[in-house]
């Protein structure tokens, strides 16, 4: 890959990541859910997973028993 087009990769990655976060801090925004829920609509299952092992962990340190995780499920039809 020429040094332009991973460049416009990097600004890819750094724009979806930034959109990853809002979205994320505006479906969670305090009084959204409760402390124990997290809410991933939104997100790529990459992004996913990486908010939830965070939270994970954060949920152990902090001596919660459970966690809360809405997410969305999509079925693609590809017949056209």
Known sequence: ???EGK????????????????????NNAVGKV???TIDL??????EAEAIVEQR?????STGQTHLHVYVTLYRVDRRG
């Open 7 to 26: 460049q416009h990769a990097q600004k890819a990655d750094d724009y979806n990541r930034q959109a990853s976060e809002f979205i994320f801090r505006e």
């Open 56 to 60: 994970i962990k954060y949920a152990k």
């Open 41 to 46: 609509h939104g997100q790529f299952v990459e």
């Open 34 to 36: 409760d402390s124990d």
């Open 1 to 3: 890959m020429s040094e």
